[in-house]
Each structure stands twice: as C-alpha cells, then as structure tokens.
C-alpha cells in the first residue's frame, strides 16, 4: 500500500504556546494546500489563547492534566493515521518534509520497525547556535538518541506495540527511544527549526550543562518528579 500525506497524523502537546501555534501547524503543509490527514493538539491547560488558535487553525484539540508524556500519549491514542508524527509546539518542520518522509516510509517495512526523526536546528544565528546543532548533530547521528524537539515519526502499529510515550512529566523522549532501541533510530535530512528562546535566555552553556545532567540523572534513576522541577519549573 502506498504511503499519503494524509496518512499521517501529528500529536501536538501544547502549555502556553500562543506565540508559536499557528506557526508551527502551519508548516506542517506545503504550498498547495497538502497537509497531514489529522493535526491534534493536546493542551495540558492553558491560559493563554493556545487552544482558541489551535481550533482557527485547523486543529484538533484535547485537553488533559499537565505532562507532556501523558499529553503525547493521549494524542497518540486518539489518533487514527497509519503513521504519527510527534511533535513540539515550538518546533517547525522546513520545506520538504513530506517528500523526505515518504521515501523514508516507502523504504522502510514495518517488520524493521524503524523509526526517524529531524535535524535539530535553532532560530538563532549566533555561533553558540551553531555549535549546539553540531553536537546535537553528533549525539542524533552517532549515539542514535534524538530528543523531542527534533520530532519523532513512528508507524501506527509498531507505536502501539510498544505501549507508546509513559506518563511522565520530563524524559518521555529518551525514554521511549530506549524501547525502540537506538539501532532503529533513522536522521531524516531536513530541519526541525526549534525556538532558541531558553537558550538565550538562561545562556547556552549553562542550559546545555543542566540538559546533559539530567539526563545522566534519567539515567541513573532518579525520580522524574524530582527531574520535572530542576528540567521544567527552573528553566521554563
């Protein structure tokens, strides 16, 4: 069966994200008008006007509990596409992607159970921006571990198979890569333009610094309430 764009369903989770919304549903299409089969948005409570843009925009919206595993799991549930696209809200996929996912599908058997995900690229020009992408580049490429904001495009069954994203508050994307198993981990060579608004306001060494420990603490075990208020409640 031949893969279409319309076969595709994006989760979307969303906390406050009026400033990017739009933008970001609106580069899931092409000129022509060609977009996925169904864009839902799971808001874990906002108070802006998130949710109000989202439905203007086209998209379907769920509104849950604050979490973004437990938000991208019930998108996923409801979600009826052959494939899912996972996504961040403040990330925006560059021109080509549909062409580039549809070779990726059309070359991959579901057997395989292989999965991809973006480039990680920022909105900044600065050198530090460029310096992160590169390091990014070498953990995606070589260590087979993407995190969220580079996207994730899984089949349908195969997600389902593996329980899909955990309800947990922070880690959810690395979690789930390590049930996939990074062997199954393809980079898809087009960028997912991801907002460097943390970076430049917290500094990019120091958010890099306090991304990488805690995912040595993911690692080694700690508590992902605990990895919520150091990753999240300090650094929004």
């Not at 319309?6 to 969303?14: E, M, Q, Y």
């Not at 329980?163 to 980079?187: A, T």
Request: with cysteine; proline share 1%.
């Amino acid at each position: 069966m031949t893969f279409s764009i319309s076969d595709l369903s994006v989760v979307i989770p969303t906390l406050n994200e009026e400033s990017v919304i739009v933008q970001t549903i609106s580069s899931l299409y092409n000129r022509t008008g060609d977009g996925p089969g169904e864009i839902i948005v799971v808001d874990g409570g906002s108070i802006d006007r998130t949710i109000e843009i989202a439905k203007n925009a086209g998209a379907t919206v769920l509104q849950t509990k604050r979490g973004r595993g437990r938000q991208l799991a019930e998108g996923g549930n409801l979600a009826s596409g052959s494939w899912l696209l996972f996504l961040h809200a403040d990330t925006q996929l560059q021109n080509g992607w549909h062409d580039s996912i549809v070779s990726f599908i059309s070359r991959t058997s579901l057997t395989k159970q292989n999965v991809a995900a973006f480039r990680f690229k920022l909105d900044d020009d600065s050198f530090a921006a460029r310096f992160l992408e590169c390091l990014v580049a070498i953990r995606s490429g070589f260590f087979h571990l993407p995190w969220g904001d580079q996207g994730l495009l899984i089949s349908a069954s195969h997600y389902r198979a593996i329980g899909g994203y955990k309800n947990l508050f922070v880690m959810e994307d690395v979690e789930i890569i390590q049930r996939i198993g990074f062997s199954h981990v393809r980079i898809i060579g087009v960028d997912a333009v991801t907002s460097a608004k943390k970076y430049k306001k917290h500094g990019y060494i120091r958010k890099s610094l306090h991304n990488l420990f805690c995912l040595f603490c993911f690692y080694f075990g700690m508590s992902t309430v605990w990895l919520d208020r150091q990753y999240n409640n300090k650094y929004k």
